[in-house]
């Protein structure tokens, strides 16, 4: 070893030594920035969170497109009370109708007992 | 999501100062300058040339600050930043010895043996993080 590392080349050696170790620490940085972050680092934290605010973020979408549908049907609603009050009047004008007609009706059977009557007395 | 270069360096800013100040030393060293043209370098010079000591320095930094990025994603960094940081810490301390027998009392003394006791305090957190690397690996291969 005293014959291969002399003070002339120890810098040199030294050098090339760094290099080495820092071509290699380059290989396995670049290998492990394909990797996933491990679990419990502050990495892996960071990406749960991003995660987290991307569904936070498609949740806000959903919601604004539930409050939509909310204000659509709202407006529906309106729209059948509107009918419904527009309603109000035929269906009382129907009622009324309906109550006439039960007054004739109970004359009509009033006059028909009559009839009756009437009939049976003249029969032979 | 892009990741960051060093993903822990707010916890390591003292690590990333110091092997990022040790490649920008070696590149300066190495730039067509004459630095060591001083005769307070004299030391210095005779030792290796300006080239040779850019290239230690920053081969040594490189070495930190990869090793610094790769930090965490595996369990053997630590050991490696120790070495780089140790590195570091005697090539400022020789530095500070080359100037120290020139002039004890040369600003330079002092100052490379501030980076020196700096970069051993990068040994002493390199240190710490490789033993708490190892105690989990430990927990880990035990309960895999």
Redesign the interface.
């Known amino acids: 070893v005293q014959d291969l590392l002399t003070p002339e080349n120890?810098?040199?050696t030294?050098?090339?030594f760094?290099?080495i170790?820092?071509a290699i620490?380059?290989g396995?940085?670049w290998r492990?920035?394909k990797?996933p972050?491990?679990a419990g680092?502050?990495?892996a934290a960071?990406?749960a969170l991003?995660e987290n605010t991307k569904a936070i973020n498609s949740l806000v979408v959903a919601v604004q497109g539930m409050a939509e549908g909310l204000t659509n049907q709202n407006d529906h609603f309106d729209a059948n009370n509107a009918m419904f009050k527009a309603l109000i009047p035929a269906v009382s004008g129907i009622a009324r109708d309906i109550s006439d007609i039960r007054h004739d009706m109970a004359d009509s059977k009033l006059h028909l007992s009559m009839i009756r009557d009437a009939a049976n007395r003249r029969a032979p | 999501?892009p990741?960051p270069i060093f993903?822990?360096a707010e916890r390591r800013r003292l690590e990333v100062f110091f092997a990022m100040t040790t490649a920008g030393f070696g590149m300066f060293l190495l730039l067509p300058l004459a630095s060591l043209a001083a005769p307070s370098a004299e030391h210095l010079a005779g030792m290796?040339?300006e080239r040779?000591?850019g290239?230690?320095f920053?081969?040594?930094g490189?070495?930190h600050c990869?090793?610094l990025?790769?930090n965490?994603?595996?369990w053997w960094?630590g050991i490696?930043r120790y070495f780089?940081a140790m590195?570091s810490a005697i090539l400022y301390a020789t530095w500070a010895a080359a100037f120290y027998a020139y002039n004890p009392a040369s600003t330079a003394v002092f100052t490379y043996s501030a980076l020196a006791i700096g970069a051993l305090f990068c040994c002493a957190f390199a240190w710490r993080d490789t033993l708490t690397a190892v105690r989990l690996r430990r927990a880990r291969l035990a309960y895999a």
């Open positions: 120890l810098p040199a030294l050098t090339a760094a290099a170790i820092t620490g380059g396995v940085l492990s920035r990797e972050p491990k680092t502050q990495d960071l990406t991003a | 999501m990741r993903p822990t290796a040339s040779a000591w290239g230690l920053l081969s040594n490189a070495m990869v090793w990025a790769v965490g994603a595996r960094s490696l780089a590195g």
